[in-house]
């Protein structure tokens, strides 16, 4: 696929204009042409195939013209000649949250910064501070972006990293003398973002599998290359990078190689200590009872012998997992526990297609019912719907339920709540929706006392079935909201109010260890995807893993429920109305 690579390419390109000081219209063209490039469905190499560029929306000649080359060789003379007028260092400073492309050009400017080095240096002397045009709250949220950017590392997100773990491990299947292939390290325990890509491959002929490995087309560079280790730096979608490790291990040790190699380092420390209790050891060759091995070739196998529970690796974190009561590991959240999505947006607002596609794809997969739950008036940017328009929204809402009979469509809206913690609908547009999903989008830098007071009030709404993304952080890109989330999950219980794990890959909020706290807590939860296009359904399995990293079960989650005894759920709350 090229459209991701190729949208980066034109994002940056706007980007350079704007520091380089080109006019608004120039760069929003730019940038717009990015964004259409990422909602094409078919990989702009396909178009280009058929003749079909120069008819993309927005796309003139110069820009078709860019598109070609692209494709031919990677690059934009553009890009290449903005890079070279700008310093190396600059670019950067677009990630820290608060500078936008003004910003950056204006303390290049006038204060000679090049790099992030140098923008530290200007806050820490308070030059920066005294330059024209920049208030105080705007220093102080650049400086907190600052030590967040730094905090905030570049591990790669789970939805870059597991799609290519198995493109990875699909591409080792086909090796010749390789038996049999398993990821593990963090992607394998489901963890949000990933240091490097960890592959198993079970053979007799190590040499050969290592080679295999590092001759993949997907190599960029091949960092160690052993007769049973190879490591190599691969391409993101992205066009970032990330490092991926296989080892090749005989059939009598794969599951003691499996289980050492999912980690977590603490949960394996734990492990370790179990068996030297029993006088054992256990390494990644498997158990040993003095020179015998007594277990290895399957990791369930090890656990048995250790007397423990065979822990999900999702759970397998030291968190207490070797005292867990069976009935957790049970009932344990899976995918195919999932009835529905409770949150999408469709073209009514920022979505890509209309609702029937998105109740079609839903059916596709396998689903029971989805909600359409479109943005709020508020949410301008987002094409939020005014009141007349979310009105004649829920009666085609309601009408296409009716046509269509193998999924139901509930109504829904995304409504904001605003900086005072109302909601952005009267009560009679919420009343007239079956489910409500409450967000906050704006004003998200509000201290602690407020902010939590914010979304408190919000949760009293009977009409509020859901609270989405409850901290509104992105991974690598935007710190969490100030929230008092113990305040935030008593209220939901009280309340009788779902909180959400979003499960974009970009959000996976809330977190892993939220959801432990609001699980420990009995609060009902909902597993969403938030999706804008149909192939975004797809990313329901990364909010799951997050559930199981926070040991949900499927009973306390809303959208694994039945259509009737979730609507009952739903109706509950409303009777307080
Ligand atoms: P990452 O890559 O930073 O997202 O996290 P992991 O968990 O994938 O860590 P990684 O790739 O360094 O190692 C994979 C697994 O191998 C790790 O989860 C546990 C195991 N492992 C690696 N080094 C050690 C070690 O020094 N001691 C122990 N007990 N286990 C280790
Ligand atoms: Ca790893
Ligand atoms: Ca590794
Ligand atoms: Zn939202």
Redesign the pocket.
């Given at each position: 696929m090229h459209n991701e690579p190729l949208e980066a390419l034109f994002e940056e390109i706007a980007d350079l204009l704007e520091i380089t000081g080109e006019d608004a219209f120039r760069v929003n063209s730019y940038r717009r042409v990015a964004r259409n490039i990422k909602n094409l469905t078919e990989d702009i190499a396909e178009v280009a195939a058929r003749g079909g560029v120069a008819d993309l929306p927005g796309v003139g000649k110069s820009t078709a013209a860019k598109i070609e080359q692209f494709l031919k060789s990677g690059k934009i003379d553009l890009h290449e000649e903005l890079k070279a007028a700008v310093p190396r260092g600059l670019p950067d400073l677009l990630k820290i949250p608060g500078m936008g492309p003004k910003k950056v050009a204006h303390v290049w400017k006038e204060l000679g910064v090049e790099s992030v080095e140098d923008l530290k240096k200007v806050i820490a002397d308070g030059r920066f501070a005294k330059l024209k045009g920049m208030g105080e709250k705007s220093v102080k949220q650049i400086a907190e972006g600052l030590e967040f950017a730094e905090k905030s590392s570049d591990?790669t997100p789970l939805g870059l990293a597991w799609p290519l773990a198995e493109e990875l491990a699909e591409a080792m299947r086909r090796v010749k003398s390789v038996r049999r292939v398993e990821i593990?390290?963090?992607?394998r325990?489901g963890?949000e973002?990933?240091?490097?890509?960890?592959l198993l491959c079970e053979s007799d002929n190590g040499p050969a599998v290592v080679e295999a490995f590092t001759k993949l087309p997907q190599v960029r560079r091949i960092l160690a290359s052993g007769d049973t280790k190879g490591s190599i730096i691969v391409e993101r979608r992205d066009g970032g990078e990330i490092q991926a490790?296989c080892r090749v291990v005989p059939k009598a040790s794969f599951g003691a190689a499996l289980q050492?190699?999912?980690?977590?380092?603490e949960?394996?420390?734990r492990l370790?200590g179990i068996a030297v209790k029993k006088k054992w050891t256990l390494n990644e060759w498997g158990l040993f009872d003095g020179e015998k091995q007594i277990a290895g070739a399957d990791e369930a196998g090890i656990y048995k012998k250790l007397g423990v529970p065979c822990v999900p690796p999702e759970m397998r974190e030291d968190r207490g997992e070797f005292d867990v009561e069976g009935d957790v590991l049970d009932h344990l959240i899976t995918v195919e526990d999932i009835r529905g999505d409770l949150h999408m947006h469709t073209r009514a607002s920022d979505g890509t297609v209309d609702a029937a596609t998105m109740a079609q794809a839903a059916r596709d997969l396998g689903y029971e019912y989805i909600a359409i739950t479109d943005h709020s008036r508020s949410s301008a940017q987002a094409n939020g719907l005014s009141l007349d328009r979310m009105w004649r929204q829920i009666e085609h809402l309601r009408k296409l339920n009716e046509k269509h009979d193998s999924v139901a469509i509930l109504v829904g809206c995304e409504c904001d709540i605003l900086a005072d913690g109302t909601l952005d609908y009267p009560d009679t547009i919420l009343a007239a929706c079956d489910i409500v999903v409450a967000s906050v989008h704006s004003a998200m830098r509000q201290e602690k006392g407020r902010i939590t007071q914010r979304v408190l009030s919000a949760m009293e709404n009977p009409f509020v079935t859901i609270l989405g993304h409850p901290t509104g952080r992105l991974i690598n890109r935007r710190a969490p909201m100030d929230l008092d989330i113990p305040a935030i999950i008593t209220k939901a219980v009280e309340t009788h109010t779902v909180l959400e794990i979003n499960s974009s890959w970009q959000r996976l909020d809330l977190c892993d260890r939220y959801v432990r706290m609001a699980r420990d807590a009995r609060a009902m939860m909902s597993i969403d995807t938030d999706s804008h296009a149909t192939a975004q359904l797809a990313q329901m399995k990364y909010g799951v893993a997050t559930a199981r990293r926070g040991w949900l079960s499927a009973r306390s989650v809303l959208n694994a429920m039945p259509l009737a005894a979730m609507r009952r759920w739903i109706a509950k709350k409303r009777k307080n109305a």
């Open positions: 591990r593990g390290g963090s992607v325990r963890c973002t990933i240091g490097d890509l960890d490790d050492y190699f999912t980690g977590s380092k949960h394996n420390v370790r």
